[in-house]
């Protein structure tokens, strides 16, 4: 036994040695049946919060009003929470308010699927009124009670539906999967940050491939509070290459360059759904860096020279792929490399000719590894030292000639050495005035 468990079987013994019910719930109560490792425990009891803090010597009041509280013990953290009944749903989420009760199956009814909706006393044996153990034995994924019900009750769990199924590889029983594909458009009424919370572990999940059909084929997403282009399931050519993909920034990278979304859109899209800035830079990176290394190839007119056998086509590749670098970072490029080579065609929607793509993925990690270096920050010089030497007002300019010294930096044509980068930056402004 884990020290995680031993702790939560203490729990439990202190709460019955008092004379009250205290059970293991809910998700480790599951995972324990499946043999996989288990994050927390949960424990429902009869005993009420204020009865839960004074037995404990050390607890946090985390949701008195839902009930939880939680307790430490031996380091560890175990949500307690008392027997409950939810009678008034409201705004097709759960409530606020909820009445405590002395039953365990009471509260175990309450619960969103047969799976979750089971007990372990401090004995070990399984209390299952719903038939959860022999649903996970079929791999099947079912609502407690009247599917439709629970949906109306908390649409929120249409969402949990499908990505239990996907990270645990459950088939959704046939009148769930109804109820869902019926209740879709309840979806307008949970938060969008909720919403994201659920996609985030579908795609960060070990079947985002499954997940993704199971959305596509609901409807769903179609149904938000707002219209988010990634409910547009339908302009994936296919989903497949996502499970290749490990990295969660990999996997939202695909899905929005899949998608034909560019890195405005994918940035509208990620705020609406709330995601951090930090994941929306990274992702928007991604995206950028692929539609420049379009652009860029366009621009040159790349493949009709190569066809007139003007050049090499991995000789003018090359210093794209290196700008492309110099301006979106090192790591936006090392993502939409992986990308590419899951997916070769995932820029087909852009007219980006295969050939270019498979020279892309055979190079770019090795175009990487040649720059001198990649970040401003690299460079022995930064913009304060500048200003000392060029007397301009700061303004943009600066920020183009530190961009210039990278780029000259990266590709060997200048040493990174603070005098020389002084002189050609002072050189730089100087040719640029008098061309204006
Ligand atoms: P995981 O923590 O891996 O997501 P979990 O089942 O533990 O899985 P939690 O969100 O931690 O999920 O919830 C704990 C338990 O509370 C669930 O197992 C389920 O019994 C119940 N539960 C959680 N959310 C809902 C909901 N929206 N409707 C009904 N019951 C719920
Ligand atoms: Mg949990």
């Not at 009944?85 to 309450?110: G, H, M, N, T, W």
């Not at 892309?360 to 304060?384: C, M, P, S, T, Y």
């Not at 301009?392 to 920020?399: E, K, Q, R, S, V």
């Amino acid at each position: 036994k884990t020290k995680l468990e031993q702790g939560a079987l203490k729990v439990l013994q202190k709460l019955t040695q008092q004379g009250f019910q205290a059970y293991l719930v809910g998700g480790c109560v599951r995972d324990q049946q499946l043999r996989r490792a288990v994050k927390d425990y949960d424990i429902a009891t009869s005993a009420h919060p204020a009865q839960v803090v004074e037995l404990f010597e050390r607890t946090i009041p985390t949701g008195l009003q839902h009930g939880t509280v939680s307790v430490i013990m031996d380091g560890n953290l175990y949500e307690v929470t008392t027997f409950r009944k939810e009678a008034d749903y409201e705004q097709f989420r759960r409530p606020a308010e909820v009445e405590f009760i002395d039953s365990l199956e009471e509260d175990l009814k309450r619960r969103d699927f047969t799976m979750n909706a089971m007990a372990l006393d401090a004995a070990g044996m399984l209390i299952d009124p719903f038939g959860g153990l022999a649903d996970l034995a079929q791999g099947s994924l079912r609502c407690v009670g009247n599917a439709s019900e629970r949906f109306t009750e908390d649409a929120l769990r249409m969402l949990r539906c499908i990505r239990f199924s996907s990270e645990y590889e459950l088939q959704i029983e046939g009148g769930t999967w109804q109820a869902l594909c019926k209740h879709a458009s309840l979806l307008k009424h949970i938060a969008l940050e909720r919403v994201r919370m659920e996609l985030e572990r579908m795609i960060a999940g070990a079947n985002p491939l499954k997940a993704i059909g199971l959305l596509a084929a609901s409807g769903m997403l179609l149904e938000a509070k707002q219209p988010l282009r990634l409910a547009q399931l339908d302009r994936l050519r296919t989903a497949e290459p996502i499970n290749q993909l490990k990295a969660p920034t990999e996997r939202w990278s695909f899905l929005y360059i899949a998608m034909g979304m560019n890195a405005s859109e994918t940035e509208a899209d990620m705020r609406s759904l709330t995601f951090s800035k930090a994941q929306i830079k990274a992702v928007c990176a991604v995206v950028a860096a692929a539609y420049k290394l379009v652009d860029a190839a366009a621009d040159v007119d790349l493949l009709n020279r190569v066809n007139r056998h003007e050049l090499s086509l991995e000789h003018e590749l090359e210093p794209i792929w290196k700008r492309t670098v110099l301006r979106y970072g090192k790591e936006a490029l090392q993502l939409l490399g992986k990308v590419l080579a899951v997916d070769p065609k995932v820029l087909e929607h852009l007219s980006l000719p295969s050939q270019v793509v498979s020279l892309f993925i055979q190079h770019g990690e090795a175009w990487l590894n040649e720059l001198e270096i990649d970040r401003l920050e690299q460079l022995r010089v930064d913009g304060k030292q500048l200003l000392t030497h060029i007397h301009h007002a700061p303004g943009p300019w600066l920020a183009e000639v530190l961009q210039f010294l990278l780029h000259e930096v990266a590709l060997g044509r200048l040493s990174n050495e603070t005098d020389a980068l002084i002189a050609e930056a002072v050189m730089f402004v100087e040719n640029s005035k008098s061309s204006e």
